[in-house]
């Protein structure tokens, strides 16, 4: 009898965790989706020397706060997953264990010496926002029933600013303060000027590796200016083909592997069977 209801209680958590066709498990989603978000914006507040200096406890307090909720989080779909190692090893797990493990390995390195790795490490957490891939399908399914042109601004500005967070994240490691990148919000306002190819000019990389992720971030701003709207529609059908009937995302709950298609029956990256939407 324990052992049956054990197995009840872990399918119950992995129908929570792993998909959101149930009450407890939309909440659970949009707690995680709050999570990510104010994680990553105490990662960015904490990169501003004045912001840092006067409530650097705070911040330290909630790193570890969230980190530690992320532990958790990632402890519960090792035990849910019915392939806990097939988890690990899909892209979600990996961004997963990213976003908890340079926390932990911060605690490594605590000599003066080290501060650029520590540096590097701490600027990681900011690629917690790569969590939030896996709630845009459901998102974006609901919105477009609502208001189905607003739906495609939403996802065309939310990819943006997701490039933007993540190349002026990488800037600022790679520039020095001397180079006009003194914080992550400076580093991304000097993406969104590269990348829509204004180019004010009061800021710009002075070594030969920021030059050349400037030069990548230009090609991708001429990319977004030139792809047509058509395209983007085409991308967003494509989207709705992997959603079930009801607009549900059929998730394998032994590995976590998302994106089936309506009809799909067994999972496309470990061949289990998948239970049909509620």
Known sequence: MGNENGG???DRLARMIFEADTPMGKLFDVGLIIFIK???IAVMLD?????ASQYGSILYFLEWFFTLAFTVEYLLRL???G???GYVTSFFGVVDLLAILPTYLSLLFPGGQYLLVIRVLRVLRVFRVLKLVKFLDEANMLMRALRASRVKIFVFLYAILSLVIIFGSLMYVIESAASGFTSIPRSIYWAIVTLTTVGYGDISPTTSLGQALASVIMIFGYGIIAVPTGIVTVEMGRAANSLTP???VL???QCGAEEH??????CRRCAAKLDPPS
């Open 79 to 81: 035990y849910c997953a």
């Open 38 to 40: 104010l994680s990553v």
């Open 8 to 10: 009840n209680f872990k």
């Open 246 to 248: 009801s607009g549900q």
């Open 83 to 85: 392939r806990p190692l």
């Open 261 to 266: 298609g309506a009809d799909a029956r067994y």
């Open 47 to 51: 990169s501003v020397s004045s912001i």
């Open 251 to 253: 998730s394998c709950k």
